[in-house]
């Protein structure tokens, strides 16, 4: 049988589980928010253009307004200003896009600590247990934030001093880019970087480092928990935005079941 046939036929008979790792997509979805002077992003809204009416008596439809960086969504090279030479989200190669994934689950810590940050040490600890990190595949960090995902306030964690989300330190993030195979990064939360990470040095080291490397970042997923530590194959389509920065995207995983 051809593989593809193979694939489908595991898939219907689910010894293949197709699990969506994609938040809704609507108004209430949480949004980042930068302090001034910064400029930000406009949430979700859909803006009808008829529904069977005068307007068009047999079809819906609708406008939608958005930004590149709204919901989950994959975040290109070129977003941040390390890797502004780097690839928009058209050109990011299709077969990129489809690679595999390992879990690190530190949703324990991240409860007890909300501005928990992943180490080098904590990276190498689970590569002993596990194996190395996949060679072109993801890097999906667990915290337990989808949880909070229904609602913007608890999901950005803000008080008077900033944001309190979990994240990765500086020096694992610049680690993970430069000394690892990995295509990309994978979080729950709303970025790939801490909530406290504009007072880090340098800051906003995931994006800094990451993006400057030529990898990429998937943001605001759901449902990790599903995904086993090591064997999941992760599929991630973002729309190909002439010159994006990012694209709102469908992120799904392929699990194969016992």
């Known amino acids: 049988m051809p593989v593809l046939d193979q694939l489908i036929s595991a898939i219907r008979d689910?010894?293949?589980?197709?699990?969506?790792?994609?938040?809704?997509?609507e108004a209430a979805t949480p949004v980042i928010r930068l302090p001034e002077p910064f400029g930000n992003t406009r949430p979700f809204a859909l803006h009808e253009i008829s529904r069977y009416d005068e307007r068009g008596p047999?079809?819906?439809w609708n406008?939608?307004?958005?930004?590149?960086h709204t919901g989950t969504h994959f975040d290109a090279p070129v977003h941040w200003a390390t890797g502004r030479d780097g690839e928009d989200v058209s050109q990011v190669p299709v077969t990129r896009l489809?690679?595999?994934?390992v879990v690190l689950d530190f949703s324990a810590e991240a409860a007890a600590d909300p501005d928990y940050l992943l180490e080098i040490e904590h990276v190498k600890g689970w590569e002993a247990e596990h194996g190395p990190l996949p060679d072109g595949g993801w890097l999906l960090y667990r915290t337990g934030w989808d949880a909070r995902s229904r609602s913007q306030e608890a999901f950005l964690n803000a008080n008077e001093t900033g944001p309190h989300t979990p994240g990765i330190s500086v020096g694992c993030a610049r680690w993970l880019a430069q000394e690892t195979p990995l295509a990309g990064l994978g979080v729950e939360t709303v970025g790939t970087d801490a909530g406290a990470a504009h007072s880090f040095d340098p800051p906003f080291p995931c994006h800094a480092?990451?993006?400057?490397?030529?990898?990429?970042?998937?943001?605001?997923?759901?449902?990790?928990?599903?995904?086993p530590a090591t064997g999941a194959v992760v599929i991630a389509g973002p729309l190909?935005?002439?010159?994006?920065?990012?694209?709102?995207?469908?992120a799904i995983a392929l699990v194969e079941r016992s």
């Open 14 to 25: 689910a010894r293949v589980e197709v699990i969506d790792l994609t938040a809704p997509l």
């Open 58 to 60: 047999a079809w819906y």
């Open 63 to 68: 406008d939608i307004s958005t930004g590149e």
């Open 98 to 101: 489809i690679a595999p994934a």
């Open 209 to 227: 480092s990451l993006l400057g490397a030529g990898k990429y970042g998937l943001t605001q997923l759901q449902n990790l928990a599903r995904l």
């Open 240 to 250: 190909p935005i002439t010159g994006g920065s990012g694209s709102p995207c469908r």
